[in-house]
């Protein structure tokens, strides 16, 4: 197949090794011209330590070479830039051919998802929203880079789509699952870096591996409920995009938002955190979205809104874990039938 892999970052070039590595024609495309210049004269990833791209892999900045005549597109660029990504590629894509998102996020001022994005743009450019999947799942980057193994699931509308793009990416090294719960898959990959902000802070904190399972597991309840709510599926946030994800995240040193989490509950500022982390922090953007929506469907989301006053309002990680710790008794779960 011939594919276009927007965004050079870590994942979109992790991606773009393994899609090669599967055989398939790349083409990949930088958006900022200072890092088309770098990657075409080194070819080495600049955060995947050590890493060249191949040289069959062609990289442009030029979005309409990057999207003319491929069979499918991966959009790797961080939650931000997508909007502006999916407008400028607008014109150059066939509406016939997958798109398949990859990156993780919800649109603060629209709430939408990534996906729902790529298509209003699609559809305000010639009135045809297209063929938008997602694939998510625990991976990161440095490792699928290196063919370590993982798994991940494929959401898309139609199971031939879904089946399609699942040989594409399948490997002896990374399984691929189809789905059709596309909500599901979007909103477990957001919400669970929220999760790992917060999973940062209590290890930063020094509060132990405890803590940090009771966050985790009150963590995917919170993403479950609002998830539930807009349409996702149970299954999906007991699956690979929803828990699996987010174990991943709040466990691994290769997380940006773990990181970002740890350094503030080492005392810096979330500004000061983002620098030092030097990548995309997807939590910090996802936040106050995460916490609008959770307001506007009536679901509590206590670690949210918690990680929410963290984050802008200045208060005290100590404070909020107490605050959390201290909150009215009540059962595990709502729902439960008793015998009186
Ligand atoms: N890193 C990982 O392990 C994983 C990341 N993801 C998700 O993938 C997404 C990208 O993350 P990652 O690659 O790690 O991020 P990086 O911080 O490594 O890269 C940032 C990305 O944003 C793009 N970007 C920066 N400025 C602009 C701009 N002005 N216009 C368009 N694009 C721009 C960069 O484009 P360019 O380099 O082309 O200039 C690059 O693709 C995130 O949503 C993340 O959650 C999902 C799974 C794993
Ligand atoms: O989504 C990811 C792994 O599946 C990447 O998480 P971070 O952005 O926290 O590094």
Redo the contacts with the bound molecule.
């Keep these: 197949m011939r594919i276009a892999v927007l965004?050079?970052?870590?994942?979109?070039s992790a991606l773009t090794i393994l899609l090669n590595n599967n055989g398939h024609e790349l083409t990949l495309?930088?958006?900022?011209e200072k890092?088309y210049k770098e990657l075409s004269a080194t070819r080495i990833v600049k955060?995947l330590k050590g890493i060249k791209l191949a040289d069959n892999i062609k990289i442009t900045n030029d979005i309409k070479e990057a999207c003319k005549d491929k069979d499918l597109i991966v959009f790797?660029?961080?939650?931000p830039?997508v909007r502006?990504?999916a407008r400028k590629a607008a014109p150059y894509i066939d509406r016939k051919i997958p798109v398949v998102n990859?990156?993780?996020?919800i649109e603060e001022d629209t709430l939408m998802t990534l996906t729902e994005i790529i298509e209003s743009e699609f559809e305000a450019e010639n009135g045809d929203k297209g063929t938008v999947t997602v694939l998510s799942g625990p991976?990161?980057?440095?490792e699928v880079s290196v063919g370590m193994p993982t798994t991940a699931v494929v959401g898309a509308k139609s199971r031939e789509i879904a089946c399609m793009i699942q040989d594409a990416f399948m490997s002896d090294r990374f399984r691929v699952y189809t789905s059709p719960d596309i909500i599901g898959i979007e909103l477990g990959g957001s919400l669970k870096n929220v999760i790992a902000l917060a999973a940062g802070v209590i290890d930063g904190l020094g509060l132990g591996d405890n803590a940090k399972a009771a966050l985790i597991t009150r963590g995917i309840s919170e993403i479950g409920r609002l998830g539930m709510k807009l349409g996702g599926r149970l299954e999906t946030f007991a699956g690979l995009s929803g828990i699996g994800d987010l174990i991943v995240t709040c466990c691994s040193t290769?997380s940006r938002n773990h990181n970002a989490g740890y350094l503030m509950g080492k005392g810096k500022t979330m500004d000061e955190a983002m620098a030092e982390v030097g990548?995309?922090v997807?939590g910090v953007y996802s936040a106050k979205a995460a916490s609008k929506l959770a307001k506007a469907n009536n679901i509590d989301m206590p670690i949210v809104e918690q990680m929410n006053k963290v984050l802008f309002e200045n208060k005290k990680a100590e404070d909020a874990l107490n605050e959390l710790l201290l909150r009215d008794k009540k059962d595990e779960h709502s729902g439960f039938d008793w015998d009186e």
Excluded: P, R
């Design positions: 965004g050079a970052g870590t994942w979109g495309w930088t958006a900022v890092e955060n790797a660029v961080a939650s830039y502006m990504t990859v990156a993780k996020g991976s990161h980057a440095e290769h990548q995309v997807e």
